[in-house]
Structure formats: structure tokens, C-alpha cells
């Protein structure tokens, strides 16, 4: 389980573990959290008071200070794991669930032939949709696709880094997500 950091302003910026999220706890260094405590990390005991020292870890916490410069990317990098569950595991040309092993990124416009390596122009394929169609262009091969590309958002980004994501969590990325998006169905 991992805590989702957000900026000051609410923006998403990691996926931290609960260690790094207690030392931030410790340090002060929250400037807001949501949710119900998902870790609690028990230390040692006090000899003057007899009471253990305990930090609880919230889902989701804001750091404090300035907001830095990534915050303002627009495009999450593309990854063939981001990419499957972008696309639910399906085939784009014949419309089959595959395990991720059975997946391959196919380019739309094909590499050889200047197609760019980009959200925009890539797919999720089954290995035989990708060698059927080869280096031709989808019109060239007779085939079609049944579903269209899109660059995700930042929230859409850290839905689809593959965590364990909690309910809290979730609920607060999926509130940016656009209605539009795959990751609603």
C-alpha cells in the first residue's frame, strides 16, 4: 500500500510509502491530508509518560511548500503497463481481453514509417492483430479500430501506474478524471 502526495495545491505528484509519508508526518511537513488514518507506525516508549509513540498515516497528504516545476507537466510518460490498462486489456482491432504477457504496443502510423512513439498513435494489440497488420497502415491491412486513443490526465496517470490504490484515494483521483475517460467503465 502506498500514500498518494499530492502538492499544496491538490495536485498529484507521487505515489510515496508509508515510511516516507511518516517521516513527512514527523517533520511537519503536511500541509493538509485526506481520509481515515491507513497506517499506523508504533516507535518506542516514553519513560517519563509510559505511553508509546505512534504516527498515523492518512491515504492522501499534501505537502508543504512551493509547488514544484513537474507539477505543470501535461503529459504522463507512456509505459506499455500504463498503456494496457489505459486500453482495459482489450485488442483495438479485434476486441479480446488478453493477459498483459499476450499484449503488444502497436503504432497506429507505423514507426517505419514516421509514426511517432506517443499516446496519440498508440494502441493496445493482441500479438497476432500486431503481426497481421504489420508496417501498413490500418486502411492498407483491411482493419479498423474499435476504440481511439487519448493522452490521460495527470489523475488518469496515477490511476494507471497499477497500485493498490485505496477507496479514499480513488475516489479522489476518479473526481478529476474526465467523464470521457475509460477508467469509468
Known amino acids: ?5 499530492l502538492d499544496i495545491s491538490g495536485r ?3 505515489w510515496i510509502s508509508v515510511r516516507e509519508a511518516a517521516v513527512m508526518v514527523a517533520c511537519d511537513a503536511i500541509a493538509w491530508t485526506l481520509g481515515e488514518p491507513c497506517a499506523v507506525l ?3 516508549w516514553n519513560r517519563v509518560t509510559g505511553r508509546q509513540s505512534r ?6 497528504l499534501a505537502a508543504r511548500g512551493a509547488i514544484p516545476s513537474r507539477a505543470w ?3 504522463p510518460a507512456l509505459s506499455n503497463p500504463k498503456l494496457f490498462a489505459r486500453d482495459r486489456f482489450l485488442c ?4 479480446a481481453h488478453f493477459p498483459e504477457s499476450e499484449l503488444t504496443r502497436e503504432h497506429i502510423q507505423p514507426s517505419s514509417r514516421g509514426g511517432r512513439d506517443h499516446w496519440m498513435n498508440c494502441i493496445t494489440a493482441c500479438r497476432s492483430c500486431n ?3 504489420g508496417s501498413r497502415l490500418c486502411e492498407e491491412a483491411g482493419m479498423s479500430l474499435l476504440y481511439l486513443p487519448y493522452v490521460p ?3 488518469e496517470d496515477m490511476i494507471l501506474r497499477g497500485r493498490r490504490i485505496l477507496t479514499d484515494q480513488m475516489e479522489f483521483l476518479l473526481a478529476s478524471v474526465p467523464a470521457s475517460s475509460r477508467l469509468h467503465g
Open 73 to 75: 507537466r501535461h503529459e
Open 153 to 155: 490526465s495527470l489523475h
Open 55 to 60: 504516527i498515523e498515516v492518512p491515504p492522501i
Open 12 to 14: 498529484p505528484q507521487a
Open 42 to 44: 508504533r516507535g518506542g
Open 1 to 5: 500500500m502506498d500514500v498518494l502526495q
Open 92 to 95: 483495438a482491432y479485434c476486441g
Open 131 to 133: 503481426h497481421r497488420k
